[in-house]
C-alpha cells in the first residue's frame, strides 16, 4: 500500500515537474563526485556545541574512496563529532542495493531541486537521505540524512573553487547530542554566584554544529592510509 | 624591618619541619603524573564518558588531551584542598612556637614594637607560602609541561567544557597562581591569628585545618538554604576562585574568545573578599598580642 | 648616684588573683640589687613589667629616668635579660642564636665579637653546636651571653642559678661580681635563695604574696645585733625555765619544736655559753643564724619566725 502511494507521488511528481529526471540529476552529481579519488583539504573549524566553548581550529580532512575520511587538528584540541564521516558528500550514494529516488520538486524560492533517498537495503544504517541539489552547478548544497542509530545530520555546503569536483569551500555539519553533565563532586568548580537557574532540559538533545571552511584542497595526488587510523 | 624578616625566614628554613611541605608536595605531584603518565588514557576516558555518544576520540585526542597544562590543572585542584595544612603547620606555629620554646618571652624583651615583630612573622609566612606555591609551580606546571608538552587546555565543568588555546594558558597560570598566593595568604592569616592564643603550636594547626575543612564543606554543598546566606560569606568558598582564570567567553557561536575571562568581576570579588580576610585575621592578631600578658 | 629603677605602686591582677600588690622599690646605678621571693611570691610577674611582657593593672615603672610605657624601644635597647630558664632556639647552633638576639637588639656584630662573647661565658669550643646537645650550665651561660651580647647598661637575672650544680652556681656569682665591679654594670638578681643573695647583693628586697616585707642596704639588714640563736638541750623545758630566770632574760624569745631561740648580738654567745654550764643545762647543739635568715626561713617553711624584723 505505502509502496504504491510512493509511486504514486513519483509518478505525480516526475510528469508535474519540467525538467529532467531526478536520477538524471543524481548521476551527474555523483559523476562529479566519482572524478575525485582522495583528496587533502586545509580549512578552520568552528565548533558550536552548546555546553563547548572551543576556539576556532586549524584543520587538515583527509579523504580517500570509498568511505574514509579524517578530520586532524593538526597542532590543537578539537571535539569531533560522531559521524563526521557524512561531511563526505559521497557518504551518501554508498548503497549496494542502490535506492528508490524520489523527487519532491523545487524548494520555494531557491532553485534547488529536493530529492528523497531511499536505500533499498532494508537493514541499512541510513534511513532516509534528502538532499538538494543545484540543478545548474550540479552540487548536493543541503543535505539531510536520517540514521538508524545516531539520529539525524544536516550538512550545508557553499561552492567556489572546487565545485567541478563537487567539493565544498564551507561544510556546516549538524549533529544532534546527548545532554552533558558532571558532578560538582568531581569538577569541584568554582561558584560566582552568577548563575541563574536554567530549565532542566537546556543542555539536553541539542543540535551540535561544527562549520569547516576549506582554504585549499589538494586533489588526487594520493593519501596514505596510515592518515585513517 | 628587613633584617628582623631575614632573621625569621632564617628560623623558617632552618628548621626540618620547614621541608616537610616542600616534600609533600613533590610526593603529590609526582605520584599524579606518574599515574596520569601510565594510565592516562583511562582518566581521560572516565572524564570523557559523559560525551563519548556524541563524539569520537581518538588516541591521538587523548593524548594531546592529557597535556602538561591539564595535569597541572589536576594537580592544582587535587593539592590546593591539602595546601592549607601545609601552610598552617608553618603558621601556625609562628607564634605559639615560639612560646612554646620559651623564645618569646626574650624576643619580646628585645626593643621591637609588637606589631613589628607580628609583622615580621607574618611576613615570613607569606613568604614561606609563596616558596611552597613557587615550588608547587615549578613541580607541577614546568615539571609537566617537560613530561608532558603543551597542547591547548581543556576545562571540564559541571555543565560545560572551557577550551582554549596553548598560547592563551600560561599567563592563566601566573593569574591562578597569584590567586592561590592570596588564597593560601588567607589560611596562614587564620592559622596566625590562632597561634597568637595558643602556647604550643599543634592546637593553631589542628583548629586552623578544622576550620577549613568544616567551611569547605559548606561551601561544596548544595543545600540551597546556605547557598544564599553562608557560602557567600565563607572565605573557602572564594579559595577556589583560581579556577575562573580559566573559565573563558565565548562568541554567540561557542567560540572561545582568546584572552579572555568569563567573569573577571566575580573572581576580583572574591580576590577582595580574601583580602578583606587576612585583613581581618591579621589586624585581630595584632590587636590581642598588643595586649597580650606573656606568661610563658 | 642616680636611680636607675624606680617603681612605683605597681600592682598586677590576674581576673581575682593578686600577683603583685603596691609595690615600690628604687634600684640606684651600679647596685647588684636581690629581688627574694618564694617561688609564686610575684618576683616574676614584677620582673615581667620591668621587662614590658606584661602589663601592669596600675603604678608607674621608670627605667633610667624614663617611662617604660612611652620609652619602650630606647629602654629596652640598653636592658639584657634572662627570665627564668634560658630558652633558645634549640636547633640552631650557639653563634647563630647570639647573632640572632644580637640583632634584635639592633646592633651590628662581627663574628669575632660573638665569638669573644662567648668565650666570655666559657663555650667558645661548642660555638657551632645545636644548643639542644647543651648541658643546663651551658645553656645557662649561653643565655648570659644572650642577656649582655649588647652589652646593656641594666642586667635583669632572674632565678639565674636555679639548676645549676655548685661549681656553676660559683661561676655565676663570680660572673655577676665582674659585671658589677668591673664593668660597672647594674643588675637586678632575683632568687628564693637567701644564701646566695646574701653573698652578691648590695641592696636587697624581699617580697611575699605579691606585697613588699623588707627593703634595705644588706650590711644593714644584716645587722650582727640580730643574731637570732638555736639552742638544742637534754631538757628544753628546763633550759627554757631557767634562761628565763637568768641574765639572759630579756633575749629569750620562744620554743619552737624542740629548741630554745633567743636573739642577741653576736658578740655575746660566749656569755650565753658559759651561763648555760654555770645553770648546768646540757647543751647538744648551738647554732646560730641572722634574723633575717630566720625570717625568710619561717616564710618558704610556713613556721612562725622570731620577732626581729623591724619594718
Known amino acids: 500500500m505505502k509502496r504504491i502511494f510512493f509511486i504514486g507521488l513519483f509518478i505525480f511528481i516526475v510528469f508535474s515537474s519540467a525538467g529532467q529526471a531526478a536520477e538524471d540529476i543524481i548521476n551527474k552529481v555523483k559523476a562529479k563526485l566519482e572524478k575525485v579519488n582522495d583528496y587533502e583539504a586545509k580549512g578552520k573549524m568552528k565548533t558550536n556545541v552548546v555546553f563547548i566553548k572551543a576556539p576556532i581550529a586549524n584543520v587538515k580532512v583527509y579523504y580517500k574512496k570509498p568511505n574514509k575520511l579524517r578530520i586532524n587538528n593538526e597542532s590543537g584540541i578539537s571535539f569531533i563529532p560522531k559521524g563526521s564521516v557524512n561531511i563526505n558528500l559521497n557518504n551518501i550514494f554508498i548503497n549496494t542495493e542502490g535506492f528508490d529516488i524520489i523527487d519532491v520538486g523545487k524548494e520555494a524560492g531557491t532553485n534547488l531541486r529536493i530529492i528523497k533517498l531511499l536505500p533499498k537495503d532494508e537493514n541499512a544504517e541510513v534511513v532516509l537521505s534528502t538532499v538538494y541539489v543545484d540543478e545548474v552547478q550540479y552540487v548536493i548544497k543541503k543535505a539531510k540524512t536520517t540514521t538508524r542509530e545516531n539520529g539525524t545530520y544536516e550538512l550545508e555546503m557553499t561552492y567556489g573553487k572546487y565545485a567541478e569536483y563537487g567539493l565544498a569551500d564551507k561544510v556546516s555539519f549538524s549533529f544532534n547530542t546527548k545532554d552533558y553533565k558532571l558532578p560538582k563532586g568531581i569538577t569541584f568548580d568554582y561558584d560566582d554566584g552568577s548563575k541563574k537557574e536554567e530549565p532542566a532540559d537546556k543542555l539536553k538533545n541539542k543540535k551540535g554544529k561544527v562549520e569547516i571552511t576549506y582554504s585549499a584542497y589538494t586533489i588526487n595526488k594520493g593519501v596514505p592510509d596510515s592518515v585513517f587510523k | ?296 | ?311
Open chain 3, 1 to 311: 648616684m642616680g636611680s636607675i629603677i624606680r617603681v612605683d605602686h605597681l600592682t598586677k591582677h590576674f581576673r581575682d588573683i593578686k600577683a603583685v600588690e603596691n609595690l615600690s622599690f628604687t634600684v640606684e646605678e651600679g647596685q647588684v640589687y636581690g629581688f627574694l621571693g618564694q617561688n609564686g611570691a610575684g618576683k616574676s610577674t614584677t620582673i615581667r613589667m620591668l621587662l614590658t611582657l606584661i602589663q601592669p593593672t596600675s603604678g608607674s615603672i621608670d627605667i633610667f629616668g624614663m617611662d617604660l610605657q612611652r620609652h619602650r624601644k630606647e629602654i629596652l635597647r640598653q636592658v639584657g635579660a634572662i627570665i627564668e630558664r634560658p630558652d633558645l632556639y634549640k636547633y640552631l647552633t650557639a653563634l647563630e642564636n647570639l647573632r640572632i638576639f644580637a640583632t634584635m637588639s639592633g646592633i651590628k656584630i662581627s663574628g669575632k665579637k660573638l665569638m669573644d662573647q662567648l668565650a666570655m661565658v666559657g663555650l667558645e669550643q661548642r660555638a657551632h653546636s645545636k644548643v639542644k646537645t647543651y648541658s643546663q650550665g651551658m645553656k645557662q651561660r649561653l643565655g648570659i651571653a644572650t642577656a649582655l651580647v649588647h652589652d646593656p647598661k641594666l642586667i635583669i637575672l632572674d632565678e639565674p642559678t636555679n639548676g645549676l650544680d655548685p661549681q656553676g652556681i660559683a661561676d655565676i656569682r663570680n660572673l655577676i661580681l665582674m659585671l658589677s665591679r668591673e664593668k660597672n654594670k647594674t643588675l637586678l638578681i632575683s632568687s628564693h635563695l637567701l644564701s646566695e643573695i646574701e653573698l652578691i647583693a648590695d641592696s636587697m628586697l624581699i617580697i611575699d604574696k605579691g606585697k613588699k616585707l623588707v627593703e634595705g642596704r644588706v650590711n644593714d639588714l644584716f645587722d650582727p645585733a640580730e643574731t637570732v640563736v638555736e639552742l638544742k638541750t637534754t631538757n628544753d623545758a628546763a633550759a627554757f625555765e631557767k634562761l628565763s630566770g637568768s641574765d639572759f632574760r630579756e633575749f629569750v624569745q620562744q620554743r619552737r619544736n624542740d629548741c630554745v631561740l633567743l636573739k642577741l648580738h653576736r658578740n655575746r654567745i660566749p656569755e650565753v655559753l658559759k651561763e648555760l654550764v654555770r645553770m648546768e643545762v646540757n647543751v647538744i647543739s648551738l647554732h646560730s643564724k641572722h634574723s633575717l635568715e630566720d625570717y625568710f626561713l619561717s616564710l618558704t617553711t610556713g613556721q612562725p619566725h622570731v620577732e626581729a624584723l623591724k619594718n
Open chain 2, 1 to 296: 624591618m628587613w633584617k628582623l624578616l631575614k632573621i625569621e625566614l632564617f628560623k623558617i628554613f632552618k628548621r626540618p619541619r620547614t621541608y616537610i611541605a616542600f616534600g609533600a608536595i613533590a610526593a603529590i605531584v609526582f605520584l599524579i603524573q606518574v599515574a596520569l603518565k601510565f594510565d592516562g588514557k583511562s582518566y581521560v576516558d572516565l572524564l570523557m564518558s559523559n560525551l563519548s555518544g556524541s563524539f569520537e576520540f581518538s588516541d591521538e585526542f587523548k593524548n594531546k588531551l592529557l597535556n602538561g597544562y591539564l595535569i597541572c590543572f589536576v594537580i592544582l585542584n587535587t593539592l590546593l584542598i591539602q595546601m592549607p595544612l601545609l601552610v598552617a603547620l608553618i603558621a601556625g606555629d609562628s607564634i605559639a612556637g615560639e612560646a612554646n620554646m620559651g623564645t618569646l618571652r626574650l624576643s619580646l624583651t628585645k626593643p621591637v614594637s609588637r606589631t613589628q615583630y607580628m609583622l615580621v612573622k607574618f611576613a615570613a609566612s607569606v613568604v614561606y607560602t609563596l616558596a611552597l606555591l613557587i615550588w608547587m609551580a615549578a613541580l607541577a606546571l614546568f615539571g609537566s609541561m617537560l613530561i608532558f608538552g603543551t597542547n591547548d587546555m581543556v576545562v571540564l565543568r559541571s555543565e560545560g567544557i572551557e577550551q582554549m588555546k596553548d598560547f592563551d594558558v600560561l599567563w592563566r597560570y601566573v593569574a591562578a597562581f597569584g590567586y592561590a598566593a592570596v588564597a593560601l595568604t588567607t589560611v596562614s592569616a587564620l592559622a596566625f591569628l590562632l597561634s597568637v592564643f595558643a602556647e604550643n603550636s599543634i592546637g593553631p594547626i589542628i583548629a586552623t585545618m578544622s576550620i577549613v575543612i568544616v567551611f569547605t564543606i559548606l561551601s561544596e554543598m548544595n543545600i540551597p538554604i546556605y547557598d544564599k546566606t553562608i557560602k557567600p560569606y565563607l572565605f573557602t568558598s572564594h579559595m577556589v576562585a583560581w579556577k575562573g582564570f580559566f573559565y573563558v567567553k565565548a562568541d554567540a557561536e561557542g567560540t572561545t574568545i582568546n584572552g579572555s575571562i568569563e567573569n573577571l568581576p566575580a573572581v576580583l570579588r572574591s580576590l577582595g573578599i580574601l583580602v578583606a580576610y587576612i585583613v581581618l585575621f591579621f589586624s585581630t592578631a595584632v590587636w590581642v598580642f598588643r595586649k597580650k600578658d606573656i606568661l610563658t
